[in-house]
């Protein structure tokens, strides 16, 4: 049987209701839509912890540019529909923008200060506004939930943690691992941009995270050398420009000046002209803290 799809927030919101005076524990996974494993993986996830299981697919305008790709993102509702069956889904909420927004630009948003300013808000001032509005939205509309986000929109995570435990919104936050490709490359439904030679070029942010998450547990604590390296790697690469590469606190995102014993390694960098963003987490290993 093929996934309910429901398109009104009245109607979810009443399924949804009626399943939590059940007693039923639901699980959300918010999306944008052209699905793939990394996405898949967040369901699956849902579907084990949860009685319930419901996905959003919104590409939400409030988070892209006027010169970004709101218009040409990637769509494909059947293979979306088929993959979130395929994952255990059992209900998918797919609103129109009329619904989300129906009086046009929002007067309301949620705004994360500096968690949303710096890094991938450096160069993209107005994005995670338009995230945290309309992930709070979509939390108000579902109610008290688990929602699965990816940790490979790391700082997305950070600040969508940071927003349900400020302003206490009844939801439990899970971050899931990366989904990568054979070679390294995270999966992102924007990895379809890629012309074949620039899709073999890609690997080489997983090399930069690699090269920089090596340095840190051969002992340097420095950021400098660290973040050195690892645009040393993309340099290498005559398809890639790398826009920024950070060695941070993972729940500040600052750089701090001496290494913790958790570091988050950020990278962004453009392959052709395909913005492509990830991270990893380094530890540095217990020998190496006193050495
Ligand atoms: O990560 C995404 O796909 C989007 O930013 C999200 C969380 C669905 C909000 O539009």
């Known amino acids: 049987m093929t996934v309910p799809v429901v398109c009104t927030i009245d109607e979810i919101g009443s399924r949804l209701d009626a399943d939590r005076r059940a007693g039923l524990q639901v699980g959300f996974v918010p999306t944008m839509g052209y699905l793939h494993d990394g996405h898949g993986s967040l369901m699956r996830a849902a579907r084990a912890g949860n009685d319930v299981v419901v996905a959003s697919i919104f590409v939400n305008p409030l988070q892209f540019a006027p010169d970004e790709d709101l218009d040409s993102y990637p769509r494909d509702l059947d293979r979306d529909i088929?993959?979130?069956?395929?994952?255990?889904?059992?209900?998918?909420?797919?609103?129109?923008?009329?619904?989300?927004?129906?009086?046009?630009?929002?007067?309301?948003?949620?705004?994360?200060?500096?968690?949303?300013?710096?890094?991938?808000?450096?160069?993209?001032?107005?994005?995670?506004?338009?995230?945290?509005?309309?992930?709070?939205?979509?939390?108000?509309?579902?109610?008290?939930?688990?929602?699965?986000?990816?940790?490979?929109?790391?700082?997305?995570?950070?600040?969508?943690?940071?927003?349900?435990?400020?302003?206490?919104?009844?939801?439990?936050?899970?971050?899931?691992?990366?989904?990568?490709?054979?070679?390294?490359?995270?999966?992102?439904?924007?990895?379809?941009?890629?012309?074949?030679?620039?899709?073999?070029?890609?690997?080489?942010?997983?090399?930069?995270?690699?090269?920089?998450?090596?340095?840190?547990?051969?002992?340097?604590?420095?950021?400098?050398?660290?973040?050195?390296?690892?645009?040393?790697?993309?340099?290498?690469?005559?398809?890639a420009r790398l826009d920024y590469v950070a060695a941070v606190d993972p729940s500040t995102l600052e750089t701090p000046n001496i290494l913790g014993p958790r570091t988050q390694l950020l990278i962004t960098a453009y392959v052709g002209s395909t913005r492509l963003i990830d991270n990893c987490t380094a530890t540095i290993a217990d020998k190496n803290r006193d050495a």
């Open 82 to 239: 088929a993959l979130a069956e395929a994952n255990g889904v059992d209900v998918l909420f797919i609103p129109s923008g009329e619904e989300m927004y129906p009086d046009g630009p929002v007067l309301t948003s949620v705004s994360v200060a500096e968690l949303s300013s710096r890094w991938e808000g450096e160069s993209r001032p107005t994005h995670f506004t338009g995230v945290a509005t309309v992930v709070a939205k979509l939390f108000n509309i579902i109610g008290p939930c688990r929602a699965y986000f990816g940790r490979k929109d790391f700082q997305q995570l950070t600040i969508i943690e940071r927003m349900v435990h400020d302003l206490s919104i009844p939801v439990e936050v899970v971050g899931c691992p990366i989904i990568r490709e054979p070679d390294g490359l995270a999966m992102s439904s924007r990895n379809i941009y890629l012309s074949p030679d620039e899709r073999t070029a890609a690997a080489v942010l997983r090399r930069a995270l690699d090269a920089g998450t090596a340095a840190i547990e051969a002992g340097e604590r420095n950021p400098t050398p660290v973040t050195g390296t690892m645009a040393a790697v993309v340099g290498a690469e005559p398809l």
